[in-house]
Structures are given as C-alpha cells and as structure tokens.
C-alpha cells in the first residue's frame, strides 16, 4: 500500500467544512478525481501531498502517519515518495529545464539513488513526455505552458516517486495534446513501483485511468 | 542569484559607497586628530612664562593669543647649557604683518629642528633659511595671499594690529625662502631672525617707539647689543625621552623665574579633547551612515521579499530543510557584504594612496594605509549581522506559513 487516507475532513475558513472520500492507492494504481470547480479537488491533493496540514482524519503515505509529524519531517517525506505537479506548475523561472528538473531530487538521497545518472535520465524521461533534446538548458520563462507543463512532470516523475500526483496538469491544453500527454505520462511512468493521482475536471481523461473518483459535497 | 542580477548589484554598490563613507569618515577622522596632535612635532618640550598647557601651545603653536609673560634670554640661555638638552630654539611673538603672526627665532636652526605631521620635515617651496640679520621666510599661505616672493621686502607692525604708527618701517626684512604647505600654523607664519627682531624693537619702550634705526649703523653695534633680552617661549629637543619627566619638574621649580614646560603632545591632545565636539559630529555621521546602509538592507530584502518567497516555498514544496534555505540566504548575503567590503576597502585604499600626497600638503593631514581597525572591523560586523539577519527574514516567512500559501 503506497497511500491510505481515513476521515479526511477540512474546514475553510468561509467555514464550509469537505468531507473526503477514504482512497487507497497500491503500486501501479492510475486514480482520477473529478468534480467540479470549488469541490476541494485541490486542497485534497495539498492535504495528500503534506502541503496542506490535516485538520481531522489521518494520511499514511507507505507507513509514515501524516498528523505524527512534525513540518520538517513531513516536508522530507514528500521530498523522498511524491512528485507533485503543482496546478501552477512551480518552476523556477531564471533557472534552465535541467536545473528546475533536477530540484525534484536534490533534497531526497532516496530519489537520488533511483537514478545514478542524473542527466541521462533527466533526457529520457523529458524526450518521453515528448520535449525536444536540446530543451535541457533553455531557461522555463522561453517555453510554452504545454512543455512547462511537461518539465514540471519531469520533475515530479525523476527518482521515481512513489506517488505521482498532479493537480490539473492538461489545464492549459487541447483536447488533442491532453490525450497525447496523458498517454505519454502514462507511458512514463513504472507501474511496478509508482502510482498516479491526477486530480482534473476534464472528462476525456477517463479512460486513462483504472480508478476514477468524483467529489461531490 | 543571477536572476536579480542587477538588484543586488545595486544594493553591493550602495552597501560598498556607504561603507567607503564609513570608513574614509573614520581614517580622516583619525587622520584629523594624529594631524591635528603633530602640529608640531620633534619637540620634545615648549618652555615658555608660567601657564596653563593649552594656554601655551595655543600661542607657541597656533600663534593664537597673546603671551602673558616673556622668559628672560638669560634663563633659557642657562636652561640650553643643561646637559639633557640637544637643542634649544627661542620664540618671540607679539607682531604681525598683515595679519600674519610672526615669529621670530633663530634662522636657520628653527627649520632643522622643527617637524610636523609625524616626522616631515618643513619643506621650502622656494628659497632657504637665510641666517643674515634680516632674513624673513614666508609660510606657504602668507606668501600666496600677499603675493611675497623670494627677495621681497616686508616691513612687520608692532602688536597685532596693522596701525601705521606702530609699523616698524624704520628696518625691512627682506624673504630668503619660501615654504611648501604644511597644514599646519607654519603656513600662516612669517618667521624672522630673531636678532633683527631685537634691532627693531631697538628704540621702543613700553610699546611706542622712541627712536628709529634708519640711522643706526648696524655694522657698528657691538655683538651683544642685538641679542635679545627676552623671548616668548622655547622649543626644546632632548638627549633622552627618559629625562623629559624630571625635566620638566626641574624647570617648573626654576628658581629664578617664574616658568614652565609641558609637552606638546599631551598639550595638543589636551585642547583636542575641549575640540572633542568634532569627534562627536564625526561620530554621529558615521553612524547615520551605518543606519542608512542597515536600512537599505532591510529595503532589498523587503523589495524582494515577494519573488524570495516564492523560490524559497517551491524549493520547500520540493524537500529543501529550513538550514538549507537559511543556508542559501545567509551565503547570499555573504557575498554581497563580503564584496561590498571588500571594494570598499580596496577603493579607500586605492583613493588613500592617491589623495596622500594632496591630504598631507593641503590640510596636513596624513591618511593611514592601514588595511582595517578593529574599530572599523566591528562596524562591518554589525553591518554584515544586520544584513544576514535581514536576509533570514524570507526563509522564516516560509517557514511559519503554510506551504500552499507560497505555491498557490
């Protein structure tokens, strides 16, 4: 069991208070979650992620319990077993693709083992999700939104994670290069020791994936 | 960093300016003081009537004032056989020409003995010390205010004033030399012979004159007749610095007459403390400085405070310990105020050697080129605590937030 949420509830300081659903994730395991804007999708990715802090219920991330730690702890666990694509994507501006990507493992000696050789690796994963060679050290600000999209992937999939979670990460795309990313994240991605939670509002992801989730308060 | 390139090379540059501020403040300050303490120097003792040390120095080296007493020349001529004296140059003061202050003693000895700023010599721009009769030797700013050149005559008044009545225009001194700037009192001096000084005063009494010396064969006078009764004071040099202590309680107990000796240094250190408010001024600006300098950390590091957050949360969102982010400022701002020191230094030291030669002749002041005072080191300290305290203040905002408060 890679991920185990039980009783997630939070409460918004507007006062209205989400229940989540209790999700179980194994190795191997595509989750969806859908819903419609405003349903907490988002914070239930951050509450998962460890960005958020959890106000009542418990999060076990393969082994870790989420409310017995402290930040820093916590900040450490997410550095070693998620990569998180962030809806605004969080790429540093002024550094180059290879920089921002290499952030993903700079701070986890656990990711870092999972790949010895950083910029071949680095290369691999960027030409699978389907970026040009000569990407590596142009700086973030000269690329487009759809292969931003595609370096923050990079960098939440480099070192092999083994949670994969994105928050609308074909927000800005066309119907056609949504399904032409999402096969190729998939196509990325080790099934034998990763699992996916993808967290979009966009139907057309459906058949992607084996577990799909709607939130609806 | 390099993406706010250009910001934080600003705030090196003004970080560097206001610490050049800071530091040439300080050296000119000390330089002011050391200046200001070796007005005259390689004097061991003035001896002069019975007075206050400040009193003394006030006329013997700022020419200011007047002298209360005169010292007979039979008791500095005695005080001169003693065994511990190297030297002895007699002073005598109270004319003026022009407004100068003269001072007459004995030429040339006064010029090889006398030195200012440390050890520099007094230097002559044009000319040399003459010993004839009627030699007079021009300080650099008499002689550029008077338009005096060497081989010009001068006629000296009697008191301070410039009355008509009281000029001794009766006998002409005539300038052998001409001195290079010195900073110091000299440059406002006219120094006469001293035994040409005594002819003058041949035929006054009690401040009026009573007969001329146009007439007067100078060449028929006997010897002694021009040698003075009385002098201001003495600047004295002597064998041992060992001696100056019971020296000077000899002389303060001299048993004919009424007189005392002091040391110039202490004198002039003495007054520079009643100048003392100078320091104060001089201090107070330092620290304005320093303050704005702090303030102008504190604003780059609020200015930047938005896009720092933001890099600093993401590093967060992607594992980067809170001694890793302090780490990343703490080095930041390191390098800006290591830089900043170092320009700053190697600029003042740079424009020091430069300026030396200019400082020294025009104000007589002598920079150091020491590297760093503590003094100096501790100010860069607070400036560089300030500043890396400052620039800890994103990394702690991070921290005390909510991580999707930074990323969202």
Same mark, same amino acid.
């Given at each position: ?13 507007? !006062?209205? +208070? ?38 009542? !219920? ?45 952030? %993903? ?20 994963? /960027?030409?699978?999700? %389907? ?69 979009? @509002? ?8 084996? +577990? ?6 | 960093?390099?993406?706010?390139? /250009? ?14 501020? *800071? ?41 200011? %004032?007047?002298? &209360? ?5 039979? +008791?500095?001529?005695?005080?001169? $056989? ?75 008044? @009697?008191?301070? !004033? ?88 000899? &002389? ?22 009643? *100048? ?52 990343? *400022? ?18 003042? +030291? ?10 020294? $002749? ?16 501790? *100010?860069? %300290? ?27």
């Amino acid at each position: 069991m890679i991920l185990e949420t039980n009783r997630l509830e939070y409460l918004y300081s507007s !006062g209205q +208070t989400i229940r989540f659903p209790d999700l179980k994730i194994r190795v191997g395991d595509r989750v969806l979650v859908t819903g419609r804007s405003g349903c907490g999708k988002t914070t239930f990715l951050n509450l998962i992620a460890g960005v958020l802090k959890i106000q009542k !219920g418990e999060i076990d991330l393969i082994g870790n319990r989420f409310s017995s730690l402290r930040p820093t702890s916590l900040d450490q666990i997410r550095a070693d077993h998620i990569g998180y694509v962030f809806q605004t994507l969080n790429l540093i501006p002024f550094l180059s693709v290879l920089e921002n990507v290499r952030l %993903g493992i700079q701070f986890s000696h656990q990711r870092t083992s999972k790949a010895p050789e950083i910029e071949p690796e680095i290369s691999r994963i /960027l030409s699978a999700l %389907g970026l040009p060679k000569n990407i590596l050290n142009r700086q973030i600000s000269n690329l487009s939104i759809g292969q931003q999209q595609r370096v923050a992937c990079a960098r939440a999939l480099l070192g092999k994670p083994e949670l994969f979670l994105a928050d609308e990460p074909t927000s800005s795309l066309d119907p056609k290069s949504t399904t032409e990313f999402v096969q190729e994240l998939i196509n990325t991605f080790d099934p034998s020791k990763q699992a996916i939670l993808i967290v979009s @509002h966009d139907p057309s992801m459906v058949p992607f994936f084996n +577990t799909v989730i709607e939130l609806d308060n | 960093m390099r993406s706010r390139a /250009l910001p934080l090379a600003l705030v090196t540059f003004t970080l560097m300016a206001s610490m050049v501020l *800071v530091l040439s403040i300080d050296r000119i300050q000390k330089a002011t003081e050391a200046g200001f303490s070796q007005s005259v120097s390689g004097v061991d003792l003035i001896i002069g009537p019975k007075s206050g040390s400040i009193e003394m120095v006030l006329y013997t080296v700022f020419h200011l %004032g007047q002298p &209360i007493n005169n010292v007979t020349m039979k +008791t500095m001529n005695e005080i001169e $056989s003693s065994p511990d004296i190297d030297w002895l140059v007699p002073i005598a003061l109270g004319d003026s020409h022009k407004g100068f202050r003269v001072v007459a003693t004995n030429l040339p000895d006064y010029f090889e003995h006398m030195r200012y700023g440390g050890d520099l010599p007094i230097l002559f721009a044009e000319g040399d010390a003459s010993s004839k009769i009627s030699a007079a030797i021009v300080g650099s700013t008499a002689a550029e205010k008077l338009g005096y050149k060497v081989g010009a005559e001068l006629f000296i008044t @009697h008191g301070s !004033g410039n009355a008509i009545e009281k000029s001794h225009d009766d006998f002409a001194f005539q300038i052998s030399g001409v001195l290079a700037q010195t900073g110091t009192p000299i440059d406002q001096a006219i120094f006469v012979n001293l035994r040409g000084y005594e002819l003058v005063h041949l035929g006054w009494q009690s401040g009026t004159k009573v007969f001329g010396v146009n007439n007067v064969n100078i060449e028929s006078l006997p010897d002694h007749a021009l040698d003075p009764k009385t002098v201001t004071a003495a600047f004295v040099g002597l064998k041992s610095k060992f001696k100056i202590f019971p020296f000077i309680r000899e &002389i303060n107990k001299f048993p004919t007459e009424p007189i005392s000796a002091i040391i110039p240094g202490v004198a002039l250190a003495e007054l520079w403390s009643i *100048v003392g408010l100078v320091e104060s001024a001089f201090n107070l600006l330092s620290w304005m400085i320093i303050l704005i300098c702090l303030i102008a950390i504190v604003t780059l590091t609020i200015a930047s405070l938005d896009s720092r957050k933001r890099e600093m949360t993401i590093l967060r969102a992607n594992g980067a310990s809170l001694f890793y982010l302090a780490r990343l *400022v703490i080095f930041e701002s390191l390098v800006i105020g290591l830089t900043a020191v170092s320009g700053a230094v190697l600029f003042v +030291t740079i424009a020091t050697s430069f300026a030396e030669h200019q400082l020294s $002749s025009m104000l007589g002041i002598k920079l150091q080129t020491s590297f760093l005072s503590l003094d100096e080191l501790i *100010v860069f %300290g607070i400036i560089l605590g300030a500043g890396l305290l400052s620039s800890l203040i994103p990394a702690a905002f991070v921290y005390r937030r909510n991580l999707h408060q930074g990323l969202s």
